[in-house]
């Protein structure tokens, strides 16, 4: 306190800053210069002559990133300049990425509530000419529940087992060999699973297309996935709980039925659901395996079935041009996103509820 | 026993170790006895699947091969360069080379344009957007790497086609004369659209991955430099990006696997001819997967197998790009000691 006199002449020399930061611009500019650099394209658009609102939105992009660097560089300085400059190529680059996935879920949900109705989920396309409107997907829906249902009841056990190898007993070169292969296995192109079980199950072994056929290539896919998330859960487990049983004189495998699963099992069921969601979508391999039908087949185990997305993209593909069938294709395309997603919500659902606290 | 026998040095301690490790293993052995057949069916049936998953790698493998050799054995032409696919006469004339090209191409295409902008949006979800608007945008991000890519193809036939009208005159008017971005005319299914579509696709999972590898850069490194004076932007080129740059590289492999194997929305959308076009507009060309797809209706014994001879290509080309995008990531987790 008693020094706090003697500096004040010098002080009164040298301009005191107001604050310890360098000049900022206001809050608002950045709206400023976005609305400017808007009206801007427009006025330009209207010189030149050009209406795409595309092209004008990203004139304004460009407009409004070098109005920005401009701005800052000259009240900030360039190290402030260069920061807002990232920041508005990051804000750009969201945008960017939202228009066409935005796009493609209101396409969708526009275009697919047009013909979707009871009367769709409930009926076949048998005896409906592709180019004629009216006839449904049930045929379709009942094939994909019961593929997936299939691949489910091969996929998960197969990949459940390989999980607690991997995290309760893999030590050693197998385990390392498992863990790499699983990775690798998850980004094989579903088409190639497709296939390996035409060439395995139809060429060498001889048996004809069928929905169980699919369920294979499906399964290929699916058990990846579920060992990769089942592995995450049960390593999850605290050590403690194992130890605790163990040293009760629970033997190991009733420990890992009783105590380790238990405790895992709404992460290991989210990981399935999600794989399911994933496999459900698969078009390519049914498209190789499975081959489609217009008509009702409940069997899986013999001859062609449909399936949801192998049925978009016949209706695209095989009736090019005709209203009614890509009508249809949207409609089908509505219902596999909305059974997608519902499958999505309710797994992580179950995961925010069985969380382990 | 053996051991203590020839164990000469230190005679004293040897009376008491085999008995008291014989005692142990009696005990050990008579308190698992009970137990014991359980555990090893259970091991059994774990282990063995893991087994089964690699048998299923190696009969992938194994079953593509065989019948891919059938396939290239008659085949007349030459399976890496000739540009026909020819199946279904009677000697048969087919190759890759036009699937190849296109393949690498479009992928090529989708890769530069996803990675930035992925890249971008993921720092927007980590260190730009306000955290309630950042959780709920990895949450929308995550659905929707979740919709089909049949769905992605539809739209992209539908809507996304019709829309490149415009970028393609404008390519045509301004960089028509490079000879790459010349349009002469056509609907616009060309690569270029597939590689957007594509691009489109993988931008989910390559923001996924990206995310992750962001939010565990150790807030330590962020707060020291924004201690320093350094802008948000200085912190990310100087500690988020150097820290997530292999986990970058992995994911961006990993959407590159993707779009190497994609096969419905390039079915949906590519008009395919079997010509190598200069032009990146013009329609034509093809991949491995839309070919296999698109030709799989009408392919005759020969011609499937001459399919499955290039999905072996294919399973090869994801094999070692997955293969080494995996290996990134395991090096990774080595040495940075943060454990994904």
Not at chain 2, 31 to 41: F, H, I, Y
Not at chain 2, 132 to 138: E, I, P, S, W
């Amino acid at each position: 306190m008693s020094t706090a006199p003697t500096p004040a002449p010098t002080r009164a020399t040298v301009p005191t800053p107001r604050t310890l930061r360098g000049a900022r611009l206001p809050k608002w500019s950045p709206w400023a210069l976005a609305g400017g650099s808007l009206v801007l394209a427009v006025l330009l658009g209207l010189v030149a002559d050009m209406d795409n609102p595309a092209q004008l939105g990203l004139i304004a992009a460009v407009l409004f990133v070098l109005g920005t660097y401009g701005v800052a560089a000259r009240v900030e300085g360039r190290r402030q300049a260069k920061d807002r400059v990232a920041t508005s190529l990051v804000w750009v680059c969201f945008l960017l990425a939202v228009i066409p996935l935005a796009s493609l879920l209101w396409e969708t949900v526009r275009q697919g509530v047009k013909v979707l109705d009871f009367y769709f989920l409930s009926h076949s396309m048998g005896v409906v000419a592709d180019t004629e409107t009216g006839g449904g997907i049930y045929h379709a829906i009942l094939g994909t529940l019961e593929q997936v249902g299939l691949a489910t009841v091969v996929a998960v056990p197969v990949g459940v087992l390989t999980a607690v190898y991997l995290v309760e007993y893999g030590r050693g070169r197998l385990a390392k060999a498992v863990t790499f292969f699983v990775d690798v296995m998850t980004g094989i192109p579903s088409i190639v699973a497709g296939l390996f079980v035409l060439s395995f199950w139809i060429l060498v072994l001889d048996m004809g297309y069928s929905g169980f056929a699919g369920s294979l290539a499906l399964a290929i896919l699916m058990m990846p996935i579920v060992v990769r998330s089942t592995e995450e859960m049960l390593k999850l487990v605290p050590n403690e709980l194992r130890e605790a049983s163990l040293a009760l004189g629970v033997p190991k495998w009733r420990t890992i039925l009783k105590v380790v699963l238990p405790t895992s099992i709404g992460g290991i069921t989210t990981g399935i659901m999600l794989a399911v969601a994933r496999i459900t979508g698969e078009t390519a391999p049914v498209l190789l395996l499975v081959w489609g039908t217009n008509f009702i087949n409940t069997n899986p185990f013999a001859d062609p079935q449909a399936s949801l997305p192998l049925y978009i993209y016949q209706q695209y593909a095989n009736s090019a041009g005709y209203g009614a069938a890509y009508d249809r294709a949207w409609a089908a395309a509505l219902t596999l996103i909305a059974i997608v997603m519902i499958l999505n919500l309710v797994a992580r659902g179950i995961a925010r509820w069985k969380s382990p606290r | 026993m053996d051991t203590t026998t020839q164990n000469t040095e230190q005679p004293p301690p040897t009376p008491p170790e085999p008995a008291s490790a014989a005692t142990t293993a009696e005990e050990g052995r008579a308190a698992r006895g009970a137990t014991r057949p359980g555990d090893r069916v259970f091991l059994g049936l774990s282990r063995g699947s893991g087994i089964f998953l690699l048998v299923i790698m190696a009969a992938i493998a194994a079953f593509l091969a065989y019948r891919a050799s059938i396939a290239i054995g008659k085949d007349e032409g030459n399976f890496l360069t000739t540009m026909e696919w020819n199946t279904n006469v009677d000697p048969p004339v087919f190759g890759i080379a036009v699937l190849a090209f296109g393949t690498v191409i479009s992928s090529i295409i989708a890769m530069a344009l996803a990675v930035p902008v992925a890249v971008g949006i993921a720092l927007f979800i980590t260190h730009y957007s306000p955290r309630r608007v950042g959780g709920v945008l990895a949450y929308v991000i995550d659905l929707l790497a979740a919709v089909p890519s049949i769905v992605y193809g539809l739209w992209g036939a539908l809507v996304l086609v019709p829309h490149m009208e415009g970028l393609f005159g404008w390519l045509d008017t301004y960089f028509g004369w490079t000879g790459v971005f010349e349009w002469q005319e056509g609907a616009p299914r060309s690569l270029l659209t597939v590689g957007i579509l594509l691009a489109i696709m993988i931008l989910p999972v390559i923001t996924n991955v990206s995310r992750e590898v962001f939010r565990q850069v150790p807030r330590m490194h962020e707060e020291a430099a924004l201690a320093l004076g350094a802008t948000r932007w200085e912190v990310i080129r100087m500690s988020v990006l150097p820290f997530g740059r292999s986990g970058v590289i992995s994911a961006s492999m990993l959407g590159l696997g993707r779009a190497l194997g994609e096969t419905m929305a390039v079915a949906t959308v590519l008009s395919p001819t079997f010509k190598i076009h200069a032009s990146l507009l013009d329609p034509g060309g093809g991949t491995f997967a839309q070919n296999i797809a698109s030709k799989f209706g009408e392919a005759t014994e020969t011609g499937r197998d001459a399919l499955i001879a290039s999905g072996l290509v294919l399973f090869v080309i994801t094999l070692l790009v997955n293969g080494a995008a995996r290996m990134i990531i395991a090096r990774r987790k080595e040495y940075s000691g943060a454990n994904a």
